[in-house]
């Protein structure tokens, strides 16, 4: 009984180590699969979260790789690779080389130099060098890539089509376009053959080159391929889909960023009107679209378009949220700068208001952020010469201050001292002086905690020159010769072996 209790416990270790060893090589693929998902969620959404994981996940990988297969099989090295990649986005240069180079080493011990994996990991060595500059480098490993690749029974693949482009990328910032351009045409061709003439890569693929055409002032063979890339984004998704809008925009926008308005605007324009098909008028989805088309008169100086588009994003949102919901704000400051920059301050004031009284429902009276915008607001009117409009906001300001518990005298003398100006040009002579001897006060109470400073002996002898103005020459000559004896000691105190 006991031989077969113990025959029946042999055979169920045997089977749990054999079923062990099964798990171990799934988890291998499962991993790798697991890695792939993570890889193509962080290409696509660029979420940093989602890079750490996939770091975690393909030292995970390598880490079964290294305990499960040997020295010489592929997988060990498909598995430095990814690893290699991930360190290869400015994390870890060293140790993306470091992988890089295992992974060929593996690679060539498995007699799989000649394959499109091998390929692979010169691609992403050539590119961790032309990322540090080390275009030579880079360019060497490209080749060997090429030459790899090229002597595959199937040579056109994406691989192909990507290491053109990298190629061509060191080649130009080396040698110029000219040297570059057969390798951009040959990156499109391949993918054109890969993939088919009507697909998004390619187009994307030519948008790339019509800009390279574009920046080299190439400018009809440039809208050739823009007009090309267009055409396949209306096969594939129709006249009428958001995608062929966004592609109108795009091209619109590398126009505007070579202030190339003429051209740059039927694009828009048909941009915004397959917009509008999209959405209905007053769908708040509308109004990222009007603010591009704002924006781009804006910059042309076409100011009454821009201000047109900009009222009518406002409008919508309005209609939509309320007047006095946060979501206006963007779009407020918007037409408070475009009036302000014109010069019309009717109304620049008046959108200026509404920001400002969504903002300080928002925010509330009394926080840092509350000053900071309150007194932004009482500068517009300053710069404005709107001295009466800007007391009154100095004056809110200086009152909210008085009963915040926190003192910052700097912050109370430089609203005194900014009132006390105010006055001045007002001819508020006394109301002037009150506030100026509270700016003295603050400044008294900052030098008890600080040092005196050249600003303090500025300071005073500012004061000085208002206390003259006004007939009080006593205090005027008190105060500069208060702030003669401050600069004397300051300079003292500069001086070598002080």
């Known amino acids: 009984m006991r031989r077969a209790i113990a025959s029946v416990f042999m055979m169920m270790l045997a089977l749990f180590?054999?079923?062990?060893?099964?798990?171990?090589?799934?988890?291998?693929?499962?991993?790798?699969?697991?890695?792939?998902?993570?890889?193509?969620?962080?290409?696509?959404?660029?979420?940093?979260?989602k890079t750490v994981e996939a770091i975690d996940i393909a030292k995970e990988v390598l880490q079964v790789a290294e305990k499960q297969f040997g020295s010489d099989d592929p997988r060990l090295a498909e598995s430095l690779y990814y690893l290699a990649e991930e360190y290869n986005i400015g994390i870890d240069y060293a140790q993306a080389e470091s992988l890089y180079k295992r992974a060929l080493a593996v690679y060539a011990k498995a007699n799989k130099k000649q394959t499109l994996e091998y390929a692979r990991v010169l691609i992403g060595l050539g590119t961790l060098y032309s990322l540090q500059s080390k275009y030579d480098q880079g360019s060497t490993q490209y080749q060997q890539a090429l030459e790899t690749i090229e002597k595959l029974p199937e040579p056109d693949t994406i691989e192909l089509a990507q290491l053109l482009v990298f190629m061509a990328l060191n080649l130009e910032f080396e040698k110029g376009f000219a040297a570059a351009e057969p390798y951009y045409k040959r990156s499109v061709a391949v993918r054109e053959k890969v993939l088919g003439k009507v697909n998004p890569e390619v187009a994307e693929a030519l948008s790339v080159l019509a800009s390279e055409y574009r920046v080299n002032k190439q400018f009809t063979e440039s809208d050739r391929l823009y007009r090309k890339a267009l055409s396949i984004y209306r096969k594939l998704y129709g006249k009428n889909d958001s995608k062929v809008a966004e592609y109108l925009e795009r091209v619109a926008s590398y126009h505007y960023n070579q202030k190339e308005y003429r051209h740059a605007e039927p694009y828009y324009k048909e941009a915004l009107k397959l917009w509008e098909r999209i959405y209905?008028?007053?769908?708040?989805?509308?109004?990222?679209?009007?603010?591009?088309?704002?924006?781009?008169?804006?910059?042309?100086?076409?100011?009454?378009?821009a201000e047109a588009f900009y009222q009518r994003e406002l409008a919508i949102k309005e209609k939509a949220f309320g007047a006095d919901d946060p979501?206006?704000?963007?779009?407020?400051?918007?037409?408070?700068?475009?009036?302000?920059?014109?010069?019309?301050?009717?109304?620049?004031?008046?959108?200026y208001d509404w920001l400002f009284t969504i903002r300080e429902k928002q925010i509330g009276t009394g926080t840092v952020e509350w000053y900071e915008r309150l007194r932004d607001y009482a500068e517009f009117f300053v710069k404005w010469g709107k001295w009466s409009a800007a007391e009154k906001?100095?004056?809110?300001?200086?009152?909210?201050?008085?009963?915040?518990?926190?003192?910052?005298?700097?912050?109370?003398?430089?609203a005194a001292e900014r009132l006390a100006d105010l006055c001045v040009v007002q001819h508020k002579m006394d109301e002037a002086e009150g506030f100026y001897r509270l700016a003295l006060a603050a400044w008294e109470k900052i030098i008890i905690q600080e040092k005196e400073s050249e600003e303090f002996v500025e300071f005073l002898e500012g004061m000085a020159v208002f206390y003259k103005g006004v007939g009080k020459e006593q205090e005027a000559e008190q105060l500069k010769n208060r702030a003669e004896a401050i600069r004397i000691r300051l300079q003292k105190e500069k001086a070598p072996g002080s």
């Open 17 to 49: 180590v054999c079923m062990g060893v099964f798990a171990q090589e799934r988890s291998w693929e499962e991993l790798i699969a697991r890695y792939k998902a993570i890889r193509e969620q962080t290409q696509k959404q660029h979420d940093y979260s």
């Open 280 to 305: 209905s008028p007053d769908n708040t989805d509308l109004c990222p679209h009007l603010v591009i088309q704002g924006r781009f008169y804006n910059a042309w100086g076409q100011y009454d378009k």
């Open 327 to 351: 979501r206006l704000i963007e779009s407020l400051e918007r037409l408070y700068r475009l009036y302000d920059s014109q010069k019309d301050f009717p109304q620049a004031e008046r959108y």
């Open 393 to 414: 906001h100095y004056r809110r300001l200086l009152a909210a201050y008085e009963s915040f518990p926190d003192k910052n005298y700097a912050f109370e003398e430089w």
